[in-house]
């Protein structure tokens, strides 16, 4: 007897090879946007439940409830998270397969869920816990699209709020659940109705998003809103184009793309559940192929729909570029790659899903360097970074004392984020299961915390800790280089010097002086005499500014831009940097120099601030009227 397709293990096929391309991420850990969660739901469990007006997304489902499971489970939260991310794309595959096998066959069923499974950027989302967001949105829109299908409108509304409540994206689709039934020129299609239900609900949700709000009250201005805006013109053609590479799976960094060995048994696995597949159908020819009623043009109409909207928003809105915004594009092109499939015979349509899995391989091995462009290999890169750095600290510390203040240096990390998950996302309390660990820059240390440790993290992922008080100081893995200690302890003296104890800073720099080659030894003289002056002793802090090393124009402004673009506590004590480095304040030649260097090195703020001054002492400079239309919308009309 015949198997026909559409049978069981036809069916169950798109789902194991899901399945067996996300394998490889269960492995890792947290990373990046992870600990933000995590802590938030610490310091406060109703957080990411309601809306926060400070914060510029609002998904209570795939960040509140979620992560809420996630820091109830401890340190087995991460690894249920990549089990449930994985679950939840096995149900999603499995819908988008039931939906195609229902409306245009069986075989374009198993096709287009080959294509859904073997997208290059959905594996990610299981190896990232925050992957959640983009998995929850793609599975409530396939629940959606079943749903108006089968003629549920209400349910199908509730499932696509859902989405929306999941990732902002979702609401890129409500044109195509609206447009349902015209596109796929079914009968009678009540638009008008339709439109009207989901806008109430898109309306609802912009009164209540927090991040809506603040994008229209800035004029969608790019950087006014963090990394979301109205992004620059130039950017919006490649940023698409890379998006519909990575829809198709062609690497964007073409054949520079290096093969990723990691995946390479997983890719072997999941071809072979293809030629399963073409071997148990081999005798199901298109003579005897269930047809459905979505032809070519029909599938055509509804995968652009699905398709076009949400590439073209990240492509507008979002500074970063990222692989897995293509989560929910990815539904609309394999919907018209299971119905294209489903008209050629099996091997043939074999061998092309066979192709597009093997390119999706392919694709997850692309990384661009230095640049703001989030893929697999940079998620991978970034969890490992975390987990090399969890060790360490727990390595030199077992435990910080409640309520401790961590004063972390970070060295130059890129896209791994260091900085940003040790300070922002404070990755220590969830490291220490302690919600009462402060993470601060050693320079922004508070007047007599209740303990205290300093920590460099160096470029190279190493760990030191050091006493302030002996010099002591050691390293994960042994040894340290004497620079990378000295970078921690001049951040640490500017910060006691700012929190009421400059004689205390200025002795650390006197000793460092000490050590240091000339240009070093000029700015911790300079910066000590900073610290006297800020104590009332004027005469001492001149003289000491007398005996500095000289310094060339440009090494002065360097030194000044470094110390106002890493503020202390004390205004005060860090406006004497123009005194301590005899730099005027009103030299428009030094803050333009000074803009320049800030906008090369993303200094936003600091940048804002040298070209109000510049714009204040110099009216009608150029530069300065550019700074501030670029980054908060020009100084007001005369």
Known sequence: MKRRAGALPGAAAPVLVAILLSIPGLTLGYFWDDYLFLTRIQSDPSALLRPDPGAMFYRPISQGLYFHLLAALGPAGAAAGHVANLVLLAAATWLLASLLSRSAGARAGVAGGFVFAASSCLPALVAYASGIQDLAAVFFLLLAFRLRDSGRPLAALAAASAAVLSKETALAVFPALVLWDRLLEKEPARVGRRAAAY????????????????????GFRSGATGYVGLEHPERWIEYFARY???????????????????????????LAVIAAWAWTTRDAEPRVVEAGPWSVGRAARLGAWITIPPLALP???????????????????AILGGVLLARLPVRRAALAAAAFLVLGVFSRGAIVPGAEVWTERTFVDAERAARRVEVAFRDLEPALAPGAHALVSVGRTGTLGLFQTLHRYDALRVWYRDPSIVTLAPETRPPSPAREYLFRVTPDLAVIEIDPRSGYFRASGGRARLDE????????????????QPERGAAILGRLARLDPAPLRSYDLRVAASALRLAGRAAEAESLRATAPPLGPDQARDMVGQILAEPTVSGPLDALAWWAFEVS???????????????????????????RRLAAVAPGDSLAGA?????EGGPPAR
């Open 199 to 218: 806008g109430v609900v898109a309306l609802a949700w912009a009164a209540i998003h927090p991040g809506i709000r603040a994008l229209i009250g800035n």
């Open 627 to 631: 700074t501030l239309r670029e980054l």
């Open 585 to 611: 304040p009103s030299d428009p030649e030094a803050l333009r120099y000074l803009i320049g260097q800030y906008r090369i090195g993303g200094y936003r703020e600091p940048a804002l601030a040298i070209a």
């Open 485 to 500: 200690v000295a970078l921690p302890l001049r951040a640490y003296a500017r910060g006691l010097a700012a929190s009421g």
């Open 315 to 333: 492509a507008l809105l979002v500074r970063p570029w990222g692989a897995y915004f293509v989560a929910v594009p990815s539904i609309g092109v």
């Open 244 to 270: 519909a590479l990575t829809a198709v799976n062609l690497p964007i960094t073409g054949l520079a793309t290096a093969w990723p060995a990691r995946l390479t048994l997983a890719c072997l696995a999941a």
